[in-house]
C-alpha cells in the first residue's frame, strides 16, 4: 500500500523538496501552499500523515492542527523555524505527533514519517488494549514490560514513565507533561528527575535494544518513544 502525505508549506521550492524524497521512499505527496481550506481537505481526503508548516498564509498551522485534533487522529507532524518555538507549541497541547525545526534535512523528515506510520500501523494491526508493537509490551494489570520477549525491570515510577511515553510513539513530550500525564499524583517526582529515569531505563534497556535509542531526546523540549 502506498500512503499518501499531505504537505501544507507555502515555500514551494520546500514543499517540494520534501514530496521529491518521499516519493523515492515510495509514499505519495500532496501540496497545499496555503491553510484556508486545509481542515476541510485533510477531512475529506484523509491522507495517512501531515507535515504541516507552522506560518501559513490564510490560516495558520496551530489553528489547522488543533480544528483537525478534535475531528481526526490522522498524525500530524509540525514544521517551526525556531526551536525556542517547540516548547510554545507543546504547551499548548495541540496533539501534534512530533515537531521538527527548520532547517531539517529531508532525510531526516522522511525519516520521521516512516517511523510514525510504521508505530501506527503495528498499534492498529495488534489491536491491543495496552500498549503493544512489534517488540515492545507493557502489561498495566500485572505491571511487566518486556522487550522482544525478553522482560525488563522497571520500578514503578519507570513503567509509568514509559508508558506515557509508548502509548504516543513518536510523540514529544516536554518533562511538564511526562510529570503530570505519569506522576499526577507524586509529590516526590519533579520535572528535573524525569531525566533520572529515562536515564535508568536507557540503561535497561541497552543490553536488549543494542545501538537502537528507542527513547530519543528532542534537545531543549523533551523526549519521545521510537522503538
Given at each position: 500500500m502506498t500512503h499518501r502525505i499531505l504537505i501544507v508549506e507555502d515555500e514551494p521550492a520546500l514543499a517540494e523538496i520534501i514530496k521529491d524524497y518521499l516519493k523515492q521512499a515510495g509514499m505519495e505527496a500532496i501540496i497545499l501552499q496555503e491553510g484556508t481550506n486545509a481542515v476541510e481537505f485533510i477531512l475529506s481526503t484523509e491522507p495517512d500523515l501531515v507535515i504541516l508548516d507552522?506560518?501559513?498564509p490564510g490560516k495558520d498551522g496551530l489553528t489547522i492542527c488543533r480544528?483537525?485534533?478534535?475531528?481526526?487522529?490522522?498524525?500530524?507532524?509540525?514544521?517551526t523555524a525556531r526551536i525556542e518555538e517547540i516548547d510554545r507549541l507543546l504547551g499548548l497541547e495541540l496533539g501534534a505527533d512530533d515537531y521538527i525545526c527548520k532547517p531539517w534535512s529531508p532525510r531526516e523528515m522522511v525519516a520521521r514519517v516512516k517511523n510514525i506510520l510504521r508505530r501506527m500501523e503495528n498499534n492498529s494491526n495488534t489491536g491491543a488494549a495496552h500498549p503493544k508493537d512489534a517488540d515492545f509490551v507493557l502489561d498495566e494489570d500485572s505491571w511487566t514490560a518486556s522487550y522482544q520477549g525478553r522482560p525488563v525491570e522497571?520500578?514503578?515510577r519507570e513503567f509509568q514513565l514509559l508508558m506515557v511515553l509508548v502509548k504516543r510513539p513518536g510523540r514529544v513530550f516536554s518533562r511538564a507533561q511526562l510529570l503530570e500525564q505519569a506522576f499526577p499524583d507524586d509529590a516526590m517526582v519533579f520535572d528535573r528527575t524525569i531525566d533520572?529515569?529515562?536515564?535508568?531505563?536507557?540503561?535497561?534497556?541497552?543490553?536488549?535494544?543494542?545501538?537502537q535509542e528507542l527513547i530519543r531526546s528532542v534537545y531543549g523540549v523533551g523526549y519521545a518513544y521510537d522503538g
Open positions: 507552522v506560518m501559513l480544528e483537525v485534533r478534535a475531528q481526526s487522529d490522522v498524525p500530524i507532524i509540525i514544521e522497571l520500578t514503578r533520572s529515569h529515562i536515564k535508568n531505563i536507557r540503561q535497561k534497556l541497552k543490553p536488549l535494544a543494542g545501538d
